[in-house]
């Protein structure tokens, strides 16, 4: 098939998780025979075309808006008209594939306009993130997230949680939501054998401290907050022979201060953003990863733990249960519950369950349940489900 991608973000372009997905999934489509062309935002003022692992990218320099929301519908303006213009030059395509509300207008547009089925992928949804529709930009996205995913031959959303959020939101049918989990390639946490685990260890702890961390976005519903909270009780318990790093760019002021006024700063390391290699390093020597989200479509950076073998406390929000099975893969705490996550982490920091068997079937477990050649042969059935109508299509008109 000959597959039109729009994603706002791709490597080296990367704000969130979407620009991670798309760039370890469609490879795996190209080696099943797909024909992928992606849109997506160019990081200069300049058009490029390049290919990347066989995908066909098209990199798209977007105007400057008043705001996030101008600058979002310029954008879906120049994808609506270079769209067209590939369409047009490159065609005949099979369908559509869109990645989030952000590009919905553009997608609607070519949809309608060369009668292609289009296919959505929701990787979270605004009412999600936010805990409800509490003012103009809430119900402003929403609003284009619902008519993207009602215009949507068919919906692929990342957990079951998500399918229910999807359907209960948008009152979109249950039976044309297509549950695909992400995944990861695990060899890429491989290091060198020359790495000196102790060296770099110290930049972070000293010998006798044990280190528990959080990677990901700075935000509200990642839940940071509940683990400062935590993380006191856990340093009272362990006479402060502990170390809590948070990995992630963004503001973290509110954060730190927070810590401060707990008493627990001197414990706490902030470390802003951390580029892929470091990030493998300081996983290797880490002894727990920690992800109390309020709010988790899915949570890859679970997967990464399990990939660098390292004991994962998460709460029970959202999806994330459906990828850390508690005492199997890891241990689940109650979301918003600072003592619960605390018990969590001091159970594994202090060795009350065995986090080698913890470890050894998170790894186990990412073959089976998240490689990504198992996930795109899934997509590519989603795929042959809107072949299927664009036939049906065809034959009515």
Request: include cysteine; proline fraction near 4%; glycine fraction near 8%.
């Amino acid at each position: 098939m000959k597959v039109l991608v729009l994603a706002w973000e791709f490597p080296p372009r990367i704000v969130g998780g979407i620009a991670r997905h798309i760039a370890e999934l469609y490879p795996e489509m190209v080696l099943l025979d797909q024909d992928i062309h992606l849109l997506t935002v160019s990081q200069d003022a300049q058009a490029h075309r390049d290919q990347v692992d066989g995908i066909q990218v098209h990199r798209l320099p977007v105007t400057p808006g008043n705001d996030f929301l101008h600058w979002v519908a310029n954008m879906n303006e120049i994808m609506g008209q270079y769209g067209g213009e590939l369409l047009l030059r490159e065609g005949p395509f099979d369908l559509i594939h869109a990645h989030d509300w952000l590009v919905g207008d553009a997608a609607i547009a070519l949809q309608h306009h060369f009668n292609l089925p289009l296919l959505t992928t929701i990787h979270a949804t605004e009412q999600g993130r936010h805990g409800g529709l509490h003012n103009y930009t809430n119900h402003y996205i929403n609003d284009k997230e619902r008519a993207l995913v009602q215009q949507s031959c068919r919906v692929i959303v990342c957990t079951e949680y998500m399918r229910r959020e999807v359907t209960r939101i948008h009152r979109y049918p249950d039976r044309l939501i297509d549950v695909i989990y992400n995944g990861i390639r695990p060899e890429k946490k491989l290091l060198a054998p020359s790495f000196d685990r102790q060296l770099f260890r110290r930049k972070f702890a000293l010998d006798d401290e044990k280190i528990f961390y959080y990677v990901g976005r700075i935000t509200y519903e990642k839940g940071i907050s509940v683990l400062l909270n935590a993380a006191h009780r856990v340093f009272e318990r362990l006479e402060g022979n502990a170390k809590l790093v948070v990995i992630g760019g963004g503001n973290t002021e509110a954060l730190q201060r927070q810590a401060r006024m707990l008493g627990i700063g001197q414990h706490c390391m902030f470390t802003g953003f951390m580029d892929e290699e470091d990030l493998d390093r300081f996983q290797a020597i880490a002894d727990c990863a920690v992800f109390p989200s309020l709010y988790e479509p899915f949570g890859i950076v679970a997967l990464e733990s399990f990939a660098a073998r390292v004991p994962v406390v998460v709460s029970d929000a959202g999806g994330l249960p459906e990828v850390v099975s508690h005492g199997k893969t890891g241990l689940v705490t109650q979301r918003g519950n600072s003592d619960s996550l605390a018990q969590g982490i001091l159970d594994v920091l202090e060795g009350r369950v065995d986090t080698h068997r913890l470890v050894q079937r998170a790894y186990a477990g990412l073959e089976q349940h998240f490689s990504w050649p198992k996930l795109a042969k899934q997509t590519l059935a989603s795929y042959s489900q809107l072949s299927v109508y664009q036939r049906q299509t065809v034959a009515a008109s």
